[in-house]
């Protein structure tokens, strides 16, 4: 059964800095992309960050380029997100997903999500 | 940047069909999903493809897609596929949801 388990997520101040991790199991995870997808409170749902199985390559969104950074370690079946000089409108639940291709792909499953909170 | 729009909310009655659109321009030259979100609850892959079904989606969730607009369709209601549906697309580098739309089965 494929599992997908997000942490990290917290209460952090404007500026500030959090690292999620999202760890997974029930597939070989060294065959997949992974993604972030995060959630406002009472929005829709929004990509930021996909990286390649081999975590050679990445995509981001234009509204969280430069500011998070995606990572992974295929040794701990485990994809990072990096989110740097958080803003109030970085608060969401942040979901990891496995994707089904790099780019014109897909979301087959994803972890309950971790939230972050920004706020001063 | 490319976008999908959803109508907000539709209402349907139990045992009926219920039918979600996602409008975009050239939709169907690319694939549309679709995902399922219960309240408090992280998304479900119902349609992928346009039309396929995952493992364990009920045979009456259906898809299409042509021209701008892409459809989701429930058929035979039932009060458990209350929920939010997203539709979603891919756009030069860039993953896009829809807004998504609100069924009510009442």
């Known amino acids: 059964e494929v599992q997908l388990l997000e942490s990290g997520g917290d209460l952090t101040q404007p500026g500030g800095s959090l690292r999620l991790s999202c760890s997974a199991s029930g597939f070989t995870f060294n065959k997949f992309a992974m993604s972030w997808v995060r959630q406002a409170p009472g929005k829709g749902l929004e990509w930021i960050s996909v990286i390649s199985s081999s975590g050679g390559s990445a995509n981001y969104a234009d509204s969280v380029q430069g500011r998070l950074i995606i990572s992974r370690d295929n040794s701990k079946n485990t994809v990072y997100l990096q989110m740097n000089s958080l803003r109030v409108d970085d608060t969401a639940v942040y979901y990891c997903a496995r994707t089904r291709g790099l780019e014109r792909g897909y979301f087959d499953y994803w972890g309950q999500g971790t939230l972050v909170t920004v706020s001063s | 940047s490319y976008e999908l729009t959803q109508p907000p909310s539709v209402s349907v009655s139990p045992g009926q069909t219920a039918s979600i659109t996602c409008s975009g321009d050239s939709l169907d030259n690319r694939f549309v999903y679709w995902y399922k979100q219960k309240a408090g609850q992280a998304p479900v892959l119902v349609i992928y493809e346009d039309k396929k079904r995952p493992s364990g989606i009920p045979e009456r969730f259906s898809g299409a897609n042509s021209g701008n607009t892409a459809t989701l369709t429930i058929s035979g209601t039932q009060t458990l596929d209350e929920a939010e549906y997203f539709c979603?697309?891919?756009?030069?580098?860039?993953?896009?949801f829809g807004s998504g739309t609100k069924v009510t089965v009442l």
């Open positions: 979603q697309a891919w756009d030069s580098k860039s993953y896009v």
